[in-house]
């Protein structure tokens, strides 16, 4: 039978801020004796433990004296398992032992942690230093006092957020070349789940796909990112803010988020991707058709966005043949809405940023067409079905001489890239017609565009589109063309970025050297060249909630005497020459 002693010992709970000390009655053979049990509750720290300190825990080192307990250890009474038995105390102990407790918990000063701030994204160096990152950009001030180059790492996709252990998963290959897209470092970033999640979100699932794209997936909607914090805050916050405004631009970025994703091998469910894409084309269209000036920042926002939702197409098996030509009406549709909105509305949202390009010299650019497709086009005769298109085609090579003058004259480096994306922005309302029939000159500058579009192999968006869109072309206009798509079919079977640029500007002796000076010499083209520019290329301002142009312009209009001219030199230099 066990003997209830607690009347005896009203001191059984001692307690201190840190330690608890209980005294649980044992029945023995002999006799009842009483077995100690403690429990030591230390703070949790994250930070390295040889940094802990031994008053940060409040404990006292005359703490035995303070709670009136003499433990006698010695090496024949202690053991691994525990601390020696307790002495039953008396009851004038115990009041004396309270007192005491008592009296020392209210002198005892109050010790707080100190606060801090960890650095989660710290650059390269500090992490390899181990030393605190403060985490500004481009170069924190460690590495600015030291005068290192600061890198900073970036995760590609979130990657440990959605993977199944069954999952493998495949990172995409990195190509030092692309800004567009930079180059990630999955794993290195670490971040925790949201835990909030507000009532516009249907659950979880939702919430992640919505962080995602504000951690990692905004990214690949402007070169820009992580160089302008305005940029960075419109992509980030004020974007998920019209969102939560106009259900229709939340389904837009449920969908590209899901796409992404699944671009990176991660475990979402098809139907629901399925169903983020439908939601995001019904809402657009209607959000379109309505017109609700409360709708127009979405609407701005919506219509980038739904240029990667809409190049899933190219990624289906059973996708439509030369699908090509129904992107670059999604792609018109940015001027559409561009149109609907007023210009002090667009300024007002702030989304302009989202919408800059490096303005074009169409006069320069027009020096950089290819030889065989310049005659392509000047020597169209009377009579033959594009004799009243002869402007269309040359406004036309001339924005893809743009391409080429970017590639020969500065390498590979991010306003190639910004180009290349953004070349459907520039290309004449005319062109798409002659397009939808499958002209036979019109489908030659499409594979030739395409052939630029396999030098963007990081933006997620863009995979797939050139190799599946070139063969289609191949196919389409048979052998009586087949001479002016020599180098697309060459760059059809290679996959080397530098070999795909020396068969574009018809150089095997070209390399992208230049690539290796671009940040020294010429990085700030970055932050300088993108600009709001009219479909012509001339940089325009919005003046006083209008339009208007920041030089004088000239008309770029060809006249029949400068076709004459380009016929006449096209006719004496080998018309033939591959681009």
């Known amino acids: 039978m066990i003997n209830d002693y607690s009347h005896l010992y009203p001191c059984r709970h001692l307690t201190s801020p840190m330690i608890s000390c209980f005294v649980s009655p044992t029945t023995t053979k002999d006799s009842t004796a009483f077995q100690p049990c403690y429990k030591v509750d230390l703070p949790r720290y994250s930070d390295d433990m040889d940094q802990v300190n031994i008053k940060d825990f409040g404990i006292d080192h005359d703490l035995n004296v303070k709670l009136d307990l003499e433990f006698d250890v010695n090496d024949s009474a202690v053991d691994d398992a525990g601390l020696k038995p307790l002495e039953p105390l008396t009851e004038s102990d115990t009041s004396t032992s309270r007192h005491t407790r008592e009296n020392s918990e ?65 990172p995409p290959s990195p190509s030092p070349s692309s800004s567009a897209s930079p180059s990630r470092d999955v794993g290195s970033l670490v971040v925790s789940e949201p835990l909030y999640r507000p009532h516009q979100l249907g659950d979880n699932t939702d919430m992640r796909m919505l962080w995602f794209f504000t951690t990692q997936g905004y990214h690949f909607f402007s ?51 399925l169903a983020y894409r439908a939601k995001a084309f019904e809402g657009y269209r209607r959000a379109i058709e309505n017109a609700d000036p409360h709708d ?15 190049s899933q197409m190219f990624r289906e098996p059973d996708g439509k043949p030369l699908y090509i030509i129904d992107w670059m009406k999604v792609w018109r549709g940015i001027g559409l809405i561009v149109e609907i909105v007023s210009p002090r509305a667009l300024q007002d949202s702030g989304m302009a940023v989202l919408f800059y390009r490096p303005p074009v010299n169409l006069g320069k650019a027009s020096a950089y067409i290819p030889n065989n497709l310049l005659f392509m086009v000047a020597s169209i005769q009377a009579g033959d079905a594009d004799n009243g298109h002869k402007q269309t085609y040359y406004d ?39 397009a939808q029939e499958h002209r036979p000159r019109a489908l030659v500058i499409l594979a030739h565009y395409l052939c630029f579009v396999k030098l963007c192999p990081d933006v997620w968006w863009m995979e797939g589109i050139a190799d599946r869109e070139m063969q289609q072309i191949v196919k389409e206009i048979g052998q009586e ?34 690539m290796e000076q671009y940040e020294k010499k010429q990085g700030h083209r970055v932050d300088t060249d993108p600009k709001l520019v009219d479909n012509e290329g001339i940089e325009i301002e919005i003046f006083e909630g209008e339009w208007r142009y920041k030089t004088i312009i000239k008309s770029k209009e060809l006249t029949d005497e400068e076709l004459n001219d380009a016929l006449e030199e096209c006719s004496g230099a080998k018309a033939s020459t591959p681009s």
Not at 152 to 165: E, G, I, K, N, R
């Open 223 to 273: 070169i820009q990112t992580g160089r302008s914090t305005i940029v960075d805050h419109v992509l980030q916050v004020k974007l998920v803010q019209y969102a939560f405004e106009s259900p229709f631009l939340m389904d837009c970025l449920m969908a590209v988020s899901s796409l992404h994703l699944q671009s990176v091998h991660q475990p979402i469910p098809p139907q629901r991707a």
């Open 481 to 514: 063309w087949a001479h002016l798509l020599r180098v697309p079919q060459m760059v059809l079977k290679s996959q080397n970025k530098v070999e795909i640029a020396q068969l574009i500007v018809d150089n095997r002796d070209w390399t992208p050297a230049e």
């Open 106 to 170: 209210l002198h005892k000063a109050y010790h707080t942690k100190r606060p801090h701030k960890k650095s989660r994204a710290g650059c390269q160096q500090c992490k390899k230093r181990k030393v605190k990152c403060d985490e500004v950009r481009p170069t924190c001030k460690a590495c600015r006092l030291r005068k290192e180059n600061c890198i900073y790492p970036t995760a590609q996709a979130s990657d440990s957020l959605f993977v199944d252990a069954k999952t493998p998963y495949a």
């Open 296 to 310: 127009f920042p979405a609407l701005i926002g919506a219509s980038l966005l739904m240029i990667a939702v809409s």
């Open 396 to 434: 036309m090579l001339k924005y893809l001489g743009s391409l080429y003058q970017e590639l020969k004259d500065h390498g590979f480096n991010p306003i190639l890239d910004l180009r290349i994306v953004s070349f459907f922005t520039f290309i004449p309302k005319t062109f798409i017609p002659l």
